[in-house]
Every structure is written in structure tokens, then in C-alpha cells.
């Protein structure tokens, strides 16, 4: 009787179940210790904050959503023709199935958009395999170059200065072209070999290091209407970063639901009240959520109202 492989494993409804089973227990055993003082604590956002803390939740999302486009087209071919309205509602419209259990459905859903463009699903999966990577290492490299700004600096933690290089490093195609050439051989998947300019990845990360910042300034002003006083800017902006870089990790957990409240709270807490950074971490995920929603909704609309193009004339027939 042959073995379960460890990737079957992963998959494992009940492993995840049980995963996301943990991480409520956790913070229900948390919330009871700290519940005298979070019933002391006033829960309440001012509308005007929470507003700019949803646009920029959008934003957010719609760099992300402009950033794989590129990458997309970074692929030839019939991508390069993708538009960047396409290509952002197709990221969108799909990233949204990422909350249903088996975290492949925004893939699939990617794949029959693109096809109807023309683009192949070989394009599709290599960019998406080389955006996991481009998305980790933007939130890692926004975190890094907050971190020197923290109050007292990097300190003990300067070590962790070492991710922006190390990134820069690991997108050269001598490291990262030849693990997607490895993956294509053992994959049996020849897509995912694709030449890339080493600049045009640098590109596509700084995009993604931006995209962060703006997930980051969405905490800053859910903490701002929650009246935390002054808002620490570089632990909140890195701090987010970091915080989703963990949820992220954490691929039990759908989009890392729970984990990257408990990191956000936790590294929030060495700044502000421990109250505050819990209630922030939750609003600010309550935030993100709706500016992808409203993204989401803008990208549809947007392509619904945009006049479409007439159809070509066959060589017989009228003009």
C-alpha cells in the first residue's frame, strides 16, 4: 500500500479543518484572557477613516491586479495584447474564489478568462507560479525597508535588512529561471520555462513592493479612527507587510485568515495598547476585504460599460 505523498497531504480537507479549528481556538483562549480589558475598550472607527482605509484597500488589490497583468504580458505572444482593463478584471473577478476550500479555484477561473483572449493556459500557470513568488517577496521587501525607520531602528532585528538583496538575487534568471526550468522537467510542464528579462522582474517587484504600501496606509488610517494618538507609520506599514507575508505562509488557513490578525496584533503591540492592535488588525482586514469587493466591482463595471469592438468582415463579405 503506497503512501500518501506530503503534497496529498497538504490538500487534506480535514488537515485544513483541523488547521483553521487551531487558530480559533487560539484566538477564542485569547480573546477570554483579554476580555476585561477589550470590553473597556471604546470599539469604535470614525466613518471618514474607515472610508480612506477602504480606497486605499482598493487600491491595493488593483495594483496586485495591474502588476500580474504585466507579468502576464511579460509572457509573449497573445498575452503581450491583454489589456491592462482585461487583465484587471480577470485578477479580480477571481481572487475572490481564493476563500473556497482547495486555494486553486482563482487559478482555474483565471484560465478560462484568459483563454477567451487567446491566451493559453501554459501562460497563465507560469505567471501565476512566478506571482506567488513576486507577491511574497513585495511584502517581505516593503517590511525591509520600513523596518531601518522602526523606533530604535533595526536593532537586533538588522539581519532581516538582508530580504531586499537576497529577493533582488533570488529573480535573477541564473537562480529563478533555472528552479522554473527544474519545475517544467519535473512537472512535465514546458510553460513554466519561460524567458524572462531580469529587469522587467525587478520592475514587476518594485510594483509589488508599492502595492503594499498601500495595504499599509489602509492600517494607518484604521488607526488613526480608532484614536490610537500618533500613528506609528513604519511599524504599521512594515508590520502589515509582514503580518500578511506570515498569513501567507500559513497555507493551511484561507488567505491566512486569523494568522495575520494574531502577527498584526503582535507586532502592533510593541507600539500601541494591546486593545488597540487587536481591534486594528481586525478593522483593517474588514477594510482590505471591502476595497476588494468595491475593486472587484469597479473592474466588472468598468468592462461592462466599455464599448466593445465591432467584429471583423470576412474577405466575402460586404464592408
Not at 503534497?7 to 479549528?21: D, T
Not at 529563478?176 to 524572462?196: K, M, Q, V
Not at 494607518?220 to 507587510?241: D, E, K, M, S, T
Not at 506570515?246 to 485568515?257: N, R
Request: net charge positive.
Amino acid at each position: 500500500m503506497s503512501r500518501p505523498s506530503p503534497r496529498r497531504i497538504l490538500r487534506s480537507p480535514w488537515l485544513r479543518a483541523a488547521a483553521i479549528a487551531l487558530v480559533l481556538i487560539a484566538w477564542g483562549w485569547f480573546l477570554s484572557r483579554q476580555l476585561a480589558v477589550l470590553r473597556a475598550y471604546p470599539w469604535q472607527i470614525g466613518p471618514g477613516a474607515l472610508a480612506v482605509a477602504v480606497a486605499l484597500g482598493g487600491l491595493y488589490f488593483a495594483g496586485l491586479a495591474l502588476c500580474w497583468t504585466l507579468l502576464l504580458r511579460m509572457t509573449g505572444g497573445p498575452a503581450r495584447k491583454v489589456s491592462l482593463a482585461d487583465g484587471a478584471r480577470i485578477w479580480l473577478g477571481t481572487m475572490l474564489a481564493r476563500y473556497v476550500p482547495g486555494n486553486v479555484w482563482h487559478i482555474v477561473g483565471r484560465v478560462a478568462f484568459a483563454e477567451r483572449l487567446g491566451v493559453g493556459r501554459g501562460q497563465i500557470l507560469a505567471s501565476a507560479t512566478v506571482e506567488q513568488l513576486l507577491t511574497l517577496l513585495g511584502a517581505l521587501a516593503a517590511f525591509g525597508l520600513c523596518l531601518p525607520f522602526w523606533r530604535g531602528g533595526a536593532g537586533d532585528a538588522a539581519w532581516l535588512l538582508l530580504i531586499v538583496p537576497a529577493g533582488l538575487a533570488a529573480l535573477h534568471p541564473r537562480l529563478l529561471g533555472a528552479a522554473l526550468g527544474w519545475a517544467a522537467r519535473r512537472l512535465n510542464r514546458p510553460e513554466l520555462a519561460w524567458r524572462y528579462r531580469y529587469g522587467e522582474l525587478v520592475g514587476a517587484l518594485a510594483g509589488y513592493t508599492a502595492a503594499n504600501l498601500f495595504a499599509g496606509l489602509a492600517l494607518v488610517a484604521v488607526l488613526g479612527g480608532i484614536g490610537v494618538g500618533r500613528v506609528p507609520l513604519a511599524p504599521a506599514v512594515g508590520g502589515a507587510a509582514l503580518a500578511w507575508a506570515l498569513g501567507y505562509l500559513s497555507v493551511l488557513t484561507p488567505s491566512g485568515l486569523g494568522v495575520r490578525e494574531a502577527a498584526l496584533a503582535a507586532l502592533l503591540a510593541q507600539h500601541i495598547p494591546l486593545p488597540a492592535a487587536v481591534v486594528g488588525g481586525l478593522v483593517h482586514r474588514l477594510a482590505l476585504t471591502l476595497g476588494e469587493l468595491i475593486a472587484a466591482g469597479a473592474a466588472l463595471a468598468y468592462a461592462r460599460a466599455r464599448p466593445r469592438p465591432a467584429p471583423q468582415s470576412g474577405p466575402g463579405e460586404a464592408g
